[in-house]
């Protein structure tokens, strides 16, 4: 594909992901998916490239602006060649290697950036050949300039310059700034890819597992937070292999993990799963304790309940059994439960998944406080409904996929503050039971805060809950 093609595909698909209101990747992939005549090359430096741009959305806005100033054109295009210059300059790292992507792509021809940049820019007329010289050393300089900044302040707690420079909205800043988290850190760790985590189902497969890798070349290593995980070091497809199909394990991030273990039935238990969703956390309990006596995977979503049902096909599980929630009234609820209460009760609990910005870089910039608020209303109105199947002496454990204090601790201590049939319960001997790693929790913290530049997961919080009378 020439590279005049390449920009314009990867502008095209940029523009429409940038104004969907679904999941970025679900957009991409697809997109990908209908365009049959770009190649495996291709595919890879339009996927790395619109990722790049979106991690960085802010900061690529800023200098872009600046770089074609008084330039009236594409100005998705404007954002892709603002990324190359940028990551070309190699100061900062950005996950994202255009010379080397395009090297792949054209393997015959001299990598040059600034050349490939030009000679666009010149024939499409966007710039005059006679400006060419100037424009170059005006960006170089710009790039200098941007560089210095972004290098000073990621230290500092000035939200507008995280903001500017870190593509972190400033009241996200403020929010985790509050709450004592390291900002500018955080901003930049949410700029790096996530890394793929593979979940073994069970001691007897890991050895198989990593078979199965090393077999296909695929570096990894083991986690330092969960058991029978392993963290794959560069991206690969493994989701077609026999192991996959033959359940040896799932995908599934380390933070994920954790929230199974914070619920960590007993033998002979009930549970409910009530926001199941596509069932990861449901099939990792049931993994977890194999002797669980039942286990309930309820969500108001048919269409992931549908995915999990059909994903339940791939196991031999018995205790496990779905359930669509046609209601969120609590009466409604309990005649479909035929007024059964639950040993443990899993929330995890619908939320603005600020935590996986990492794989869904927009959602930094869709989401506002407005909606945090909002959110923050269902979630107590979810766990005030939910905590009512929990039996005396059972365990309630609530978690999101977020790094808001709205949607985590606050809900948790206002739930706790209103329903006093509830108290915290000890999170740390529950690791420690399961062989894991406290996290410097403190020994009678019952909740857990997950950061990807603190513990390279997403973002994650869960706190466990017992009911008392």
Not at 30 to 41: A, C, D, V
Not at 289 to 294: D, G
Not at 437 to 443: A, R, V
């Given at each position: 594909m020439l590279f005049d093609s390449l920009i314009k595909n990867t502008s095209e698909i940029l523009k429409i992901i940038y104004k969907s209101s679904q999941s970025s990747d679900i957009v991409?992939?697809?997109?990908?998916?209908?365009?049959?005549?770009?190649?495996?090359?291709?595919?890879?430096?339009?996927s790395e490239t619109i990722f790049s741009i979106f991690r960085n959305y802010t900061f690529i806005n800023n200098i872009s602006e600046i770089i074609f100033e008084n330039i009236n054109n594409n100005t998705y295009y404007q954002y892709i060649f603002s990324l190359l210059i940028f990551a070309n300059n190699k100061q900062i790292d950005f996950n994202y290697n255009p010379n080397e992507l395009l090297a792949r792509i054209y393997p015959n021809k001299s990598i040059d950036i600034y050349e490939f940049i030009i000679d666009y820019l010149t024939k499409n007329n966007i710039i005059e050949s006679k400006d060419v010289v100037q424009w170059t050393e005006k960006t170089k300089i710009i790039i200098d300039n941007f560089t210095e900044k972004y290098k000073n302040e990621i230290n500092t707690n000035n939200c507008d310059n995280i903001s500017n420079l870190y593509s972190l909205p400033a009241w996200i800043c403020d929010n985790l700034k509050s709450n004592g988290i390291a900002s500018g850190q955080l901003a930049v760790s949410l700029n790096k890819p996530a890394s793929v985590c593979i979940r073994v189902v069970d001691n007897n497969s890991v050895f198989a597992v990593k078979q199965m890798l090393e077999n296909k070349g695929i570096p990894f290593t083991d986690s330092k937070l969960v058991p029978n995980c392993i963290i794959l070091r560069k991206r690969a497809k493994i989701d077609d292999t026999d192991e996959y199909k033959s359940a040896l394990f799932e995908i599934q991030d380390e933070g994920s993990q954790l929230i199974s273990y914070a619920l960590s039935p007993q033998n002979n238990s009930t549970v409910l799963d009530a926001c199941a969703g596509a069932g990861g956390k449901t099939l990792h309990i049931s993994d977890i304790?194999?002797?669980?006596?039942?286990i309930i995977a309820s969500d108001n979503n048919f269409l992931r309940l549908k995915e999990f049902t059909k994903r339940l096909n791939r196991y031999d599980k018995k205790n496990i059994s779905t359930l669509f929630i046609k209601s969120m009234n609590y009466n409604d609820i309990n005649k479909q439960f035929k007024n059964k209460q639950f040993d443990y009760v899993l929330l995890d609990a619908p939320c603005t998944g600020l935590g996986t910005a990492r794989r869904d870089p927009l959602k930094k910039f869709k989401i506002t406080p407005k909606i945090a608020n909002k959110m923050q209303l269902k979630q107590l109105e979810i766990i005030n409904t939910y905590s009512k199947f929990v039996k005396v002496g059972g365990v309630l454990v609530y978690a999101t996929c977020s790094i808001l204090s709205i949607e985590n601790i606050d809900v948790v201590n206002i739930f706790l503050n209103s329903n006093k049939n509830f108290v915290p319960d000890n999170l740390y001997n529950i690791f420690i039971q399961n062989g894991?790693?406290?996290?410097?929790?403190?020994?009678?913290s019952h909740y857990l805060e997950l950061y990807p530049h603190i513990h390279n997961t997403d973002g994650f919080f869960m706190a466990r809950m017992k009911r008392v009378k």
């Open positions: 991409l992939s697809n997109l990908l998916r209908e365009k049959k005549y770009i190649g495996s090359k291709e595919r890879q430096f339009i304790n194999v002797n669980i006596k039942e894991i790693k406290p996290f410097e929790m403190n020994c009678d």
